[in-house]
């Protein structure tokens, strides 16, 4: 596992957005692949169990993934919450925890969960550097 923080998003996956093709992200699936792209993390690291140590970020990563599941489907928290094996209370404890980063606009994570939600609404696409 490479030991990316939710602070260090990937160089090469936030370098320039452009408008157009935006991609479609209906299935949850989709959408927990790239926020496992963005901080480079599998999504087996997300499963991580609390108190083991160094998985700080890992949790922070899942409790973003929560939050983006939430906000971009219609998924109950129930249901958000089988995909990681967590009851309701865990996932809306998530949705809450992210909420406040980005209303207190915490510098580890404001920029990285707003530049995800542009690319999730679909307002901007993630220009991609692999591809000529």
Not at 7 to 21: A, D, E, R
Not at 38 to 54: A, F, N, P, W
Not at 57 to 85: A, P
Not at 118 to 132: E, G, S
Request: proline share 3%; hydrophobic share 35%; charged share 25%.
């Amino acid at each position: 596992m490479n030991k990316t923080t939710a602070l260090q998003v990937s160089p090469y996956l936030f370098p320039l957005l452009t408008i157009h093709n935006p991609r479609d992200f209906s299935d949850p699936e989709d959408i927990i692949a790239f926020v496992c792209d963005i901080y480079e993390v599998s999504r087996k690291d997300l499963h991580t169990e609390k108190g083991m140590r160094g998985v700080q970020h890992l949790m922070t990563i899942r409790q973003i993934t929560f939050y983006m599941l939430c906000r971009f489907t219609s998924l109950t928290l129930i249901n958000i919450g089988n995909f990681f094996e967590k009851d309701h209370a865990t996932v809306l404890h998530a949705v809450k925890c992210v909420r406040n980063m980005k209303e207190t606009k915490d510098k580890k994570y404001y920029t990285s969960i707003t530049m995800i939600e542009l690319v999730l609404n679909n307002k901007c696409k993630v220009y991609d550097r692999t591809r000529n």
